[in-house]
């Protein structure tokens, strides 16, 4: 089986760059984020990377780091927690694509009241 890289670097490499190593490893609008990443944002990252069990947050717009990879994560969606397992293929990605915040829509057969000819049906 093939060794995962990114940009590469093997994981173990990434997981000893510091934040702004990695920061020039990935896109410009996650790097734009991993460098202008507000204190809070910066702390729920190191508590993420320091701790095993899931943690919980409404932090949507937060891009996954090399320390992130094997952790669980809650990312809000709107309504509920949707648990995430963290792999490598996910680094450089934001938490919030992997929470969708929208449904498919299931239509299902139309009912009494919708068209003009369905109005004389019996309702038993």
Do not use: C, W
């Amino acid at each position: 089986m093939a060794k995962f890289t990114y940009r590469g670097k093997t994981l173990e490499e990434l997981q000893k760059m510091s934040l702004k190593e990695f920061a020039q490893l990935v896109p410009s609008r996650q790097r734009r984020s991993l460098l202008r990443m507000s204190e809070a944002k910066q702390a729920f990252v190191e508590q993420v990377s320091s701790t095993n069990n899931p943690n919980r947050t409404h932090f949507r717009d937060v891009v996954i780091t090399p320390l992130m990879v094997g952790k669980k994560v809650a990312v809000y969606n709107g309504k509920e927690f949707s648990y995430i397992d963290i792999s490598p293929e996910m680094i450089g990605h934001f938490l919030g694509e992997y929470a969708p915040t929208r449904k498919p829509v299931k239509h299902s057969a139309a009912g009494i009241g919708a068209t003009r000819s369905t109005k004389f049906i019996a309702v038993k």
